[in-house]
């Protein structure tokens, strides 16, 4: 294995993040998004298994059209492409590799039960709330638009309001 | 240490300039008409009675009054120094280049509010902008403002000074023909109409 | 004059692929910031490493200041950018459940997907977890149909909910940040986890 990389800066980090943010708005006119794709993923593959059920339903049907399928659209693909993306920085910084990240105080099961209830409640939150961290915050923001400032501070102000009772799992 | 400090120094400049700058606004884009409904509920197209009295009295040539009526009751009665274009005439070859403009800003009116709300669904909808709506219509002005009634003395001062208003903008309803007509007609060219949409975006 | 592919009417299939390319640099950005480990991005919480919020708003200011740029050399057309829709209650609501699954798992969609690639088992857990969390949602939908669509009230922009031009409110945006950002490196003294910091 490659000698571990440090991470970038994060101040020169966030401009390059920054900098891809803007060329989506200035190519496409729209900005990042990832839970957006992860829905597509779950209306796709409900529509497989029970399409009569995907119809019959006030969200599902709201994301399949007769032309396309859900997979094909831009934000799935712009995830795909953070797949690769994330991929390939990794592989250049050799931090490559199968683990499981946790505090040393808890367990391995402990910290995979507790990723599948935080992606459960995130997916459920990104849903209602219109878009996730970086749909509805950073984009949003980013447009100085309401919507986003305000995700962003219930997003942050809940996370620190409730570190204290799962520092366990993390210090 | 040093390279964060130079970012600080630059970004900090680059939003200082920013701040500076006059703001311009690059939209070309023709509005649903749910939000145009919105932004009708949030009475940012709409003109009070109040407000329209200021125009008449100032005679206000940055204010164009349209009458939506029929011509018949047009010949009636109308506000001082409006035009009439009925309803269904509104985006006739004639009339368009009167709401497609950018010289004036426009104030449509109707006996009641729906025909003018109407009015400016449509015309928002298609992106021309500088289009307003008097809230309320006619009847309301007259309600309010033609027949104001002077408020009781232990009103606050605020009160009686646009009771004041109403009073002076009366003599153009009141008392003879005191309506001085629009002769100054301005020749509007007409702007070409837009037609682009706002793209998806967003995790929804 | 930008955005470009709407603007000039560019193919579908395009645009789908400067999707992915967008993604990549998305992707690439995330995993150089660190954001593909759960324990880096909780320290912004218990204050040993603040990187979530520098990246964040160092991001979220560079894309701001370009646009009113972008804006004022009328290079794009604002009109057409998406600016996200507000609803109230499901906005605050929303936010306050994604902010509890942050702390629990330690991820967010977009950085988890990052994780992932890199071969992180909590995050591809916390993917399976996301999936099972929007299947929910849609499953239970009608119960929350209401709150999802109350107070509905368009796409505004805060600089005009505050009647300022949009350049001064980024530079408040700008000002804020940076009180934060020497505030959070105070914070990292302070809280300073080397061990932590030694294994991320």
Redesign the interface.
């Known amino acids: 294995m490659i000698k571990k990389r440090k991470?970038?800066?994060?101040?020169l980090?966030?401009?390059?993040?920054?900098?891809?943010?803007?060329?989506?708005?200035?190519?496409?006119?729209?900005?990042?998004?990832?839970?957006?794709a992860?829905?597509s993923?779950?209306?796709s593959?409900?529509e497989k298994i029970a399409p009569s059920h995907v119809s019959n339903?006030?969200?599902?049907s709201k994301y399949v059209s007769e032309e396309a399928s859900p997979l094909?659209t831009?934000?799935v693909?712009?995830?795909?492409?953070?797949?690769?993306?994330?991929?390939?920085?990794?592989a250049i910084?050799g931090?490559?590799?199968?683990?499981?990240?946790?505090?040393p105080k808890i367990t391995n099961r402990r910290?995979?039960i507790?990723?599948?209830?935080?992606?459960?409640?995130?997916?459920?939150?990104?849903?209602?709330?219109?878009?996730?961290?970086?749909?509805?915050?950073?984009?949003?923001?980013?447009?100085?638009?309401?919507?986003?400032?305000?995700?962003?501070?219930?997003?942050?102000?809940?996370?620190?309001?409730?570190?204290y009772f799962?520092?366990k799992?993390?210090? | 240490m040093k390279s964060r400090v130079l970012l600080t120094i630059v970004i900090v400049s680059l939003s200082a300039i920013a701040a500076i700058l006059p703001q311009k606004k690059n939209s070309s884009v023709q509005l649903s008409a749910d939000e145009v409904l919105q932004g009708i509920n949030l009475g940012t197209y709409k003109i009070s009675s109040d407000q329209l009295t200021e125009v008449i009295i100032n005679q206000d040539p940055s204010y164009m009054l349209i009458d939506l009526r029929s011509a018949s009751e047009f010949e009636d009665y109308h506000f001082p120094g409006a035009i009439n274009i009925p309803f269904d005439s509104l985006f006739t070859e004639n009339w368009i280049m009167y709401i497609d403009q950018d010289l004036r800003n426009n104030i449509f009116y109707s006996n009641g509010g729906s025909l003018a709300g109407q009015a400016l669904v449509l015309t928002r909808q298609r992106g021309f902008k500088n289009n307003f709506v008097l809230e309320g219509g006619l009847n309301e002005y007259f309600d309010k403002v033609v027949n104001a009634e002077e408020p009781p003395g232990i009103a606050d001062a605020q009160e009686h000074k646009i009771y004041q208003r109403r009073k002076a903008a009366q003599q153009y309803f009141k008392g003879g023909e005191a309506l001085p007509e629009n002769d100054t007609e301005i020749m509007i060219k007409p702007i070409p109409v837009r037609k682009k949409k706002m793209v998806q975006g967003g995790c929804s | 004059m930008g955005p470009i592919i709407p603007v000039f009417g560019i193919s579908e299939e395009l645009n789908l692929l400067i999707a992915f390319i967008i993604g990549l640099g998305f992707g690439f950005a995330l995993e150089q910031a660190g954001f593909s480990s759960s324990r880096k991005l909780a320290g912004m919480f218990y204050g040993y490493d603040i990187t979530v919020l520098k990246v964040f708003f160092t991001a979220a200011i560079t894309a701001m200041l370009g646009l009113i740029f972008l804006n004022y050399l009328e290079m794009i057309d604002m009109g057409i950018i998406y600016v996200n829709q507000y609803y109230i209650q499901s906005a605050i609501v929303g936010g306050v459940i994604m902010g509890a699954g942050f702390i629990v798992g330690g991820f967010c969609p977009g950085t988890s997907v990052c994780a992932a690639a890199i071969g992180k088992i909590d995050a591809m857990v916390f993917i399976g977890g996301s999936l099972l969390g929007i299947i929910f949602f849609g499953e239970t939908y009608s119960w929350w149909e209401e709150l999802y669509n109350k107070n509905f009230i368009g796409s505004p922009k805060l600089s005009n909910t505050l009647n300022l031009k949009d350049g001064v409110l980024a530079l408040l945006v700008v000002v804020m940040a940076v009180i934060m950002f020497w505030l959070g490196e105070k914070a990292e003294k302070r809280f300073n986890r080397d061990d932590i910091i030694k294994e991320i």
Do not use: D, H
């Not at chain 1, 991470?7 to 101040?11: L, V």
């Open positions: 991470y970038m800066n994060p101040y980090a966030g401009v390059l993040l920054g900098l891809v943010l803007l060329a989506s708005f200035y190519l496409t006119g729209r900005g990042l998004g990832a839970s957006g992860m829905k993923v779950v209306v593959g409900v339903s006030g969200f599902y094909k831009w934000l693909l712009e995830v795909f492409g953070v797949l690769i993306g994330g991929f390939i920085s990794g910084s931090r490559l590799g199968l683990k499981v990240e946790r505090s910290r995979l507790f990723a599948a209830i935080g992606g459960a409640l995130f997916g459920f939150g990104s849903q209602l709330g219109r878009g996730c961290t970086s749909g509805a915050a950073l984009s949003g923001m980013a447009v100085l638009s309401v919507a986003g400032f305000v995700t962003m501070m219930a997003i942050f102000g809940t996370a620190f309001a409730l570190a799962f520092r799992n993390w210090i």
